[in-house]
């Protein structure tokens, strides 16, 4: 039990320590209705591949933008800061459910804001086996509504750990009986739940699972109740958690495997795929493996995959 309990501190620590890593490298996603309202759609990160700056998102999002009644997007840059029209291209892959834009000069971001390296993107699809996974992003119950455009978002970005969500193939034969030892009667996903970009990752969440960068009820900035936060947001007479607005969220791994925990720093962490849906039935969130982010990164950008 004492070897559990240290287990579970250590998540608790860097999950929360991932939060605050993490949060320089979002941005949310605005559907634009008019020229003086916009509304949170989802979530974006800003990071670099052969020395370019773009954004990635999801592609469904970008795609039902004019079923849902808005004429464009705009990203969020931060704290205080306007939200911004990115002016460049915009590249969609359908088929694995990714969006890159890529920005012109003219989107000019504040110091507190940085994109994640290219070097700390995974490129072994295999990594996520046995690590602790977390997802960062901006839900739309803790999102308000701007009536302004030229104002600022208010939203809340919560952050979210859980082990990946296993089919039997997932499993290495040469791994499988450690496996059924260590989890017993596991409850396998079908095998032909996931395409073979995608991997899943247990959710089975309510709004107090979820850790802000705030957590002291004396802070603030913190959520202290997160079921009726924002009290204008669009979610607000839901009584029960939904994960909307997750989409285009950047999913990591700790990389805690073999380090000590007074060791492990955020800087461990590597990003390994890009939340894309939510299966209620199946208690999972759906995400675009980091293989594929590169893949699609250099076709947006007409470079390589190395």
């Known amino acids: 039990m004492a070897e559990d309990d240290r287990k579970l501190r250590f998540i608790e ?11 320089p490298f979002l941005t949310q996603v605005v559907g634009v209705g008019g020229e003086e309202e916009g509304q949170p759609l989802c979530t974006g990160f800003f990071c670099e591949f052969q020395g370019r700056k773009l954004i990635a998102t999801a592609a469904h999002v970008i795609s039902d933008l004019k079923g849902e009644g808005h004429q464009g997007v705009v ?23 990714l969006a890159v834009y890529l920005p012109g000069s003219d989107f000019p971001l504040p110091s507190t804001k940085k994109h994640w390296p290219e070097g700390r993107i995974e490129r072994d699809p295999t990594s996520i086996r046995r690590d602790y996974l977390v997802l960062t992003g901006f839900p739309r ?79 603030p900035r913190g959520v202290e109740d997160r079921l009726g936060v924002f009290e204008e947001g669009p979610s607000s007479k839901l009584r029960t958690f939904s994960p909307t607005g997750l989409s285009g969220s950047p999913v990591f ?54």
């Open 141 to 219: 119950r803790f999102s308000r509504r701007t009536r302004h455009f030229g104002g600022v978002i208010f939203s809340e970005a919560m952050t979210y750990g859980a082990m990946m969500r296993y089919r039997e193939e997932d499993v290495p034969e040469a791994e499988r009986e450690e496996f059924d030892r260590d989890l017993p009667d596991y409850p396998f996903l079908p095998a032909d739940l996931l395409k073979p970009h995608e991997f899943a990752i247990h959710f089975d969440a309510t709004p107090e699972m979820f850790l802000g960068r705030n957590p002291d009820p004396d802070d």
């Open 75 to 97: 990203f969020t840059r931060g704290e205080g800061e306007a939200p911004a029209v990115v002016d460049g291209e915009v590249v969609v892959f359908e088929e694995v459910d």
């Open 253 to 306: 791994r700790l990389g805690s495997s073999g380090v000590r925990a007074d060791d492990w720093t955020p800087d461990r962490a590597r990003l390994v795929g890009v939340a894309t849906q939510w299966l209620s039935a199946h208690k999972i969130l759906v995400a675009t493996s980091s293989a594929t982010l590169l893949e699609a990164l250099a076709k947006a950008t007409g470079g390589e995959d190395g």
């Open 13 to 23: 620590a860097a999950t929360q320590a991932m939060a605050e890593h993490a949060s």
